[in-house]
């Protein structure tokens, strides 16, 4: 957002490489239920500041076979809109969820409908060369294959 200011004549983009398995439904309901109502970057560093402190090995943070990843993703894919909102109108902030790829992280099943890397390039260069103002990509979604993904 700093160079979004200092240079108001560029048009600056970023991606959030983030994943659907960051999205609140995969959240322990009580995770998601806070992560749901803050509203500022400030409550969310404090937010992320108060897991770290209280992380508990026998709590389970998210579903699946990867809690830790998905927290993180979730919390990535919630700071896009909170630093959209702060920004000057060159600066565009979106989160992208490329699919699934086989890797040691992913489930039997992922690993089936795993995408090529090559699959989901022509999505983020779409993103990339989106207008900032009036494209089809708004700023602090959460987007995968050129669709919105409900966060």
């Given at each position: 957002?700093?160079?979004?200011?200092?240079?108001?004549?560029?048009?600056?983009?970023?991606?959030?490489?983030?994943?659907?398995d960051g999205e609140?439904?995969?959240?322990?309901?009580?995770?998601?239920?806070?992560?749901?109502?803050?509203?500022?970057?400030?409550?969310?560093?404090?937010?992320?500041?108060?897991?770290?402190?209280?992380?508990?090995?026998?709590?389970?943070?998210?579903?699946?076979?990867?809690?830790?990843?998905?927290?993180?993703?979730?919390?990535?894919?919630?700071?896009?809109?909170?630093?959209?909102?702060?920004?000057?109108?060159?600066?565009?902030?979106?989160?992208?969820?490329?699919?699934?790829?086989?890797?040691?992280?992913?489930?039997?099943?992922?690993?089936?409908?795993?995408?090529?890397?090559?699959?989901?390039?022509?999505?983020?260069?779409?993103?990339?060369?989106?207008?900032?103002?009036?494209?089809?990509?708004?700023?602090?979604?959460?987007?995968?294959?050129?669709?919105?993904?409900?966060?």
């Amino acid at each position: 957002i700093k160079v979004a200011l200092q240079h108001p004549e560029k048009q600056i983009r970023v991606i959030h490489v983030s994943s659907g398995d960051g999205e609140l439904v995969f959240l322990n309901s009580q995770i998601a239920s806070r992560v749901s109502t803050i509203s500022s970057l400030d409550g969310l560093l404090e937010y992320c500041s108060v897991l770290q402190n209280n992380f508990s090995p026998s709590m389970e943070y998210a579903f699946g076979s990867t809690p830790m990843y998905s927290l993180s993703k979730c919390l990535l894919t919630h700071s896009a809109p909170l630093l959209q909102a702060m920004a000057p109108s060159n600066f565009k902030i979106v989160s992208w969820c490329p699919g699934d790829f086989s890797s040691p992280m992913s489930s039997e099943d992922e690993c089936e409908r795993a995408v090529d890397v090559r699959e989901t390039f022509p999505y983020l260069w779409d993103m990339l060369t989106d207008p900032i103002q009036g494209g089809k990509y708004e700023g602090g979604k959460l987007y995968r294959k050129g669709a919105e993904i409900p966060f």
